[in-house]
């Protein structure tokens, strides 16, 4: 994984985003999931406000 960002959705659930990559360095798997999988993740998404959380690979940081 080498992306995440966590929203908040209108229900008061949360939204996961989950990017992979493979050994070249090329998007393999996205990841959606609601309140860690434990929910259906909706047809219509109305997000709450900016992502909560984040992470971003070191790697992808420039110097």
Do not use: K, T, W, Y
């Given at each position: 994984?080498f992306f995440?960002?966590?929203?908040?959705?209108?229900?008061?659930?949360?939204?996961?985003?989950?990017?992979?990559?493979?050994?070249?360095?090329?998007?393999?798997?996205?990841e959606?999931?609601v309140?860690?999988n434990s929910?259906?993740?909706?047809?219509?998404?109305h997000?709450?406000?900016?992502?909560?959380?984040?992470?971003?690979?070191?790697s992808?940081?420039?110097?």
């Amino acid at each position: 994984m080498f992306f995440e960002a966590d929203f908040g959705l209108a229900s008061g659930d949360r939204l996961e985003v989950l990017l992979f990559v493979d050994g070249s360095g090329n998007l393999s798997f996205v990841e959606v999931s609601v309140n860690v999988n434990s929910a259906p993740v909706p047809d219509e998404i109305h997000l709450h406000g900016p992502a909560q959380h984040g992470h971003v690979s070191a790697s992808l940081l420039q110097d």
